[in-house]
């Protein structure tokens, strides 16, 4: 980060939270282009700001610190519900915990001190700490129950609260450091950044007993349904048997993003013994053939299986099952979204991945770890951030139309994502974008490949930078290191 320019950081906190706060403070610092120098204990004078215990000395920056903080992050507990502190800033009602009443700064002639510890807060919803101590407990599911969260609570889900904070050191710098001050930019010149990503359960849905099973299923259903099963048995026999080509859909899928110069990242399945005979593609010559061919330039993620991100043998063999395709796959998400935080970063790091996209609930869209930004997720057992950069799923497609889910028309999801794009665009940030091969199907998904054209389309006539998941990565190291 020698480009940008340094601000200095006074801690005095306990020595067993200083990893922590210094995690939080590093994040918020590559948000807003900053390199931050630490130093610790004794009144520094050049210091911009200051955390830590109450101190008689005036600095241009200084955040609330409670000597408690320390201590309930080394217990496993939950913060409590009836203290989650809510106050309004740009329109926005935002959650704070571990801080003190009333309002979120309080101002003087030469210095701003927050009411708020926006460190500490932080710190809870960068580590996912609800999910964690539930996972301790033994309420730990493969998949987060997204109904057990803090957002879903306080229906703040929406709401990047971490980017937030962000923007409040940012409104007290302007006052206070306004040298600090300068436009956050994305491929140095863009606004805010798209990044997208397909992730490929079946490379052909309708191969082997597919169109039989969903024939019998119609007719089965028709008296309850009549409408939608007349609907589905014609538009299958003519779509599935005259039209439905899967390559042809997915080359179509790579000419529209090439001509639209943005770049996305593929997630393949790499394992050859699903119950579902057709995610077990990776094994078909034919399909190996396509993948070879189309996919050849794109960024190739692994879509593991749900034991990869439980189990490091599942996730070498799979990683080495995509290797043998020519390909050299350096990011992760893993199917179903299934992922306990603490334990499958360990086993991605020390597998040597670069960058997940599972952080995201299947239930729900928006920021599961409150942050829309790349960050390092927090390795709360050894005291230290993981080398896994986690670049967070904010919208998936299932989530917006699926029943069991938000069940959004077009038109209503839609709407959700220009909002969406807008939040970016307004704070600078990061949406991301996950669509499925098979939701372009005209015939099950009507409407909804064409919504992932839209938001494309919108998002860069509002001059987004949209582009793979790798592209975002390789843009943040740059900030991180």
Not at 60 to 79: C, M, W
Not at 208 to 216: E, T
Not at 352 to 376: C, M, N, Q, V
């Amino acid at each position: 980060m020698e480009k940008y320019p340094n601000i200095n950081i006074l801690l005095k906190v306990p020595e067993k939270y200083l990893p922590k706060a210094e995690f939080v403070l590093r994040t918020y610092c590559y948000i807003l282009r900053l390199n931050p120098t630490f130093f610790y204990g004794k009144h520094f004078e050049g210091a911009h700001l200051y955390y830590g215990v109450p101190t008689k000395y005036d600095y241009p920056l200084k955040i609330y610190f409670n000597i408690g903080t320390a201590d309930f992050f080394e217990k496993r507990e939950l913060y409590p519900l009836e203290k989650v502190d809510f106050c309004k800033f740009k329109n926005e009602h935002i959650p704070f915990l571990f801080s003190r009443d009333g309002a979120i700064f309080s101002f003087a002639d030469e210095s701003c001190s927050f009411r708020k510890d926006i460190i500490a807060s932080g710190f809870y919803f960068l580590t996912c700490w609800h999910e964690y101590i539930l996972n301790y407990y033994g309420h730990s599911k493969e998949r987060i129950d997204y109904k057990q969260s803090l957002q879903y609570r306080w229906d703040f889900t929406e709401i990047p609260v971490v980017d937030v904070y962000c923007q409040m050191l940012l409104y007290a710098m302007e006052i206070y450091c306004p040298q600090f001050i300068r436009e956050i930019s994305w491929a140095e010149k863009k606004r805010f950044a798209v990044s997208l990503s397909h992730d490929i359960d079946y490379w052909d849905y309708w191969g082997g007993s597919a169109k039989v099973d969903v024939f019998k299923y119609n007719l089965k259903t028709f008296l309850k349904r009549p409408l939608n099963a007349t609907y589905k048995i014609g538009g299958h026999l003519w779509h599935k048997n005259l039209i439905y080509n899967p390559w042809k859909t997915m080359r179509t899928l790579v000419r529209r993003e090439t001509e639209r110069e943005v770049r996305s990242t593929w997630f393949l399945l790499a394992r050859t013994d699903f119950p579902d005979k057709r995610q077990n593609y990776i094994g078909d010559v034919k399909a190996r053939v396509q993948i070879m061919d189309l996919l050849a330039e794109q960024d190739i993620g692994l879509h593991g299986s749900p034991q990869s991100a439980f189990d490091p043998l599942y996730l070498a063999e799979e990683l080495s099952n995509l290797r043998e395709l020519g390909f050299n796959p350096t990011g992760f998400r893993t199917h179903y979204l299934h992922f306990n935080y603490q334990q499958s970063f360990s086993i991605l790091e020390d597998a040597g991945i670069k960058y997940d996209s599972t952080l995201g609930y299947w239930e729900h869209i928006g920021f599961r770890a409150g942050i829309s930004f790349p960050f390092y997720p927090f390795n709360i057992a050894e005291n230290r951030p993981f080398r896994v950069l986690e670049i967070p799923l904010i919208v998936m497609d299932t989530t917006l139309h699926s029943p069991k889910a938000m069940n959004l028309s077009y038109f209503s999801a839609k709407r959700s994502l220009k909002r969406l794009i807008d939040i970016a665009e307004k704070y600078q940030s990061h949406l991301s974008l996950l669509w499925h091969n098979t939701t372009f199907d005209p015939i099950d998904y009507p409407f909804w490949g064409k919504l992932y054209w839209d938001v494309i389309d919108y998002a860069l006539k509002n001059q987004g930078w949209v582009t793979s998941l790798k592209d975002i990565y390789e843009e943040w190291v740059t900030l991180s290191y």
